[in-house]
């Protein structure tokens, strides 16, 4: 227990070094107007079903996102994924990098365009939907980047 709160208070004491450093510790700088636009969906799978639910986002969100930036809609996206269910915290954060304020207020009528193309906005997976599949799905809109990128 000794050896664990040691190393713990060693690095809270470099985290500290890290943050008083000059070169560290720069404010953070207001969003560019033509800056990107993230959207971040966070989602917490019903027990048993994160199987599922990676099968329900290989065929629906992927696709979707990989049409979407071919087309120049989006610049970037991320699936991020637990290994196993948890109970304490979300299974999936699925993040979206909008170019710029004009592609972020496009985006429904650019997903529904994309989705009636490719037929999988709401795939069923072995005869399990949506809702059998996911407790939750929390969406966060319009994050804009206020670091310097370092």
Do not use: C
């Amino acid at each position: 227990m000794a050896r664990h709160t040691t190393a713990a208070l060693g690095v809270l004491a470099l985290l500290g070094i890290w943050i008083a450093s000059p070169v560290y510790s720069q404010p953070l700088a207001m969003a560019q107007a033509d800056s990107s636009i993230w959207t971040v969906n966070v989602t917490k799978v019903k027990p048993g079903m994160l199987p599922y639910a990676r099968r329900y986002y290989e065929a629906a969100w992927l696709p979707a996102r990989r049409a979407a930036k071919a087309l120049g809609y989006i610049k970037s996206f991320r699936v991020l994924a637990v290994d196993k269910e948890d109970t304490d915290q979300p299974e999936f954060v699925l993040i979206t990098e909008y170019p710029d304020q004009a592609a972020f207020d496009a985006r429904e009528a650019r997903f529904d365009e994309i989705f009636a193309k490719l037929g999988t906005n709401r795939p069923v997976i072995d005869g399990k939907g949506r809702d059998d599949i996911f407790v939750s799905v929390e969406g966060l809109e319009d994050y804009r980047d206020i670091s310097d990128g370092h």
